[in-house]
């Protein structure tokens, strides 16, 4: 852990991806994990393009029923600690794969959230974005101005990630002197390939994980601990 911590301390660049287990400890599901969301219910058949427009009340229901577990959960001592050690690097990104909010709950700034925020809501029809943070009376949703579907402002599978996230994501990976990877499975594309691409420019990878990943084998060090534990020591 202290020569880890030297590499944290030391770096000028700092760059940190986090997935859903960070969020694990505020009581957030992960998806993957034991009681995660992708074990009780197909993915496929709620975060597509093609299931929304095959039954987007169904959806719908799925995305109310998370919002409200997540408004539920507040930022854990992970979240706190990536947040402080924001303000000590003078070039630092959190690239979050989390659509949770709880990274900015938390006062994180510099953050790039990859797959967009449950609390964004767009419409399909003319494209007017939002954030709403409470519950919709009636599902779906409809927008006020043309009528048409309101949809959750995530990155559903198959669809695009935010340009201007990504582009910002992968700069950062190209010049970060240290990367930390914390509570993700690393299995989905691309931020699956995010510590190949930070290695190949040079950078240490740490990775926070209680299990294996299939980024373990790159790591320059992995602590297998929960990130709420593991994040304030290294970080602090
Ligand atoms: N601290 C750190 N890591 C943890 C903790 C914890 N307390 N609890 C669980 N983990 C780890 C698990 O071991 C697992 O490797 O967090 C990881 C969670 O993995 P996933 O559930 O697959 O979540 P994530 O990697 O964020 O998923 C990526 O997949 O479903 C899509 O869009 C969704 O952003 C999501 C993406």
């Known amino acids: 852990m202290d020569v880890a911590r030297g590499w944290v301390r030391e770096c000028g660049s700092l760059c940190i991806l986090t997935g859903a287990g960070v969020s694990a400890e ?24 093609e299931a929304f427009a095959q039954d987007p009340k169904e959806v719908w ?7 409200k577990k997540i408004r539920g959960c507040a ?24 659509v949770d909010g ?25 494209g007017a974005e939002r954030v709403e943070r409470d519950d919709f009376p009636e599902l779906p ?13 995530v990155v559903w599978f198959g669809e695009m990630l935010p340009r201007e996230a990504s ?16 509570g993700t499975s690393a299995v989905v594309a691309p931020a699956s390939g995010y510590a190949a691409a930070a290695k190949r420019h ?4 740490i990775e926070v994980n209680p299990d294996e990943t299939p980024v373990s084998g790159i790591c320059d060090a992995t602590f ?7 994040l304030p020591a290294l970080l602090g």
Request: glycine fraction near 14%; proline fraction near 6%; hydrophobic fraction near 35%.
């Open 26 to 49: 505020s009581g957030v599901p992960t998806f993957r994990g034991p009681e995660g969301l992708w074990k009780r219910r197909d993915p496929i058949s709620l975060a597509t393009p």
């Open 167 to 182: 582009d910002a994501a992968m700069e950062m990976l190209s010049r970060c002197e240290v990367l930390i990877v914390a």
């Open 141 to 153: 949703p409809r927008c006020g101005s043309c009528g048409g579907l309101l949809r959750p402002g």
């Open 75 to 98: 930022p854990n001592a992970g979240h706190a600690a990536i947040a402080a050690v924001e303000g000590e690097k003078r070039d630092f990104l959190l690239v979050t794969q989390n």
């Open 224 to 230: 297998r601990g929960k990130s709420g534990e593991v």
């Open 102 to 126: 709880l990274h900015r709950a938390a006062g994180s700034r510099r953050v790039e959230e990859i797959h967009g925020s449950i609390w964004g809501i767009r419409c399909v029809g003319c």
């Open 202 to 205: 040079g950078a240490r990878v």
């Open 61 to 67: 229901e799925w995305y109310q029923w998370r919002r």
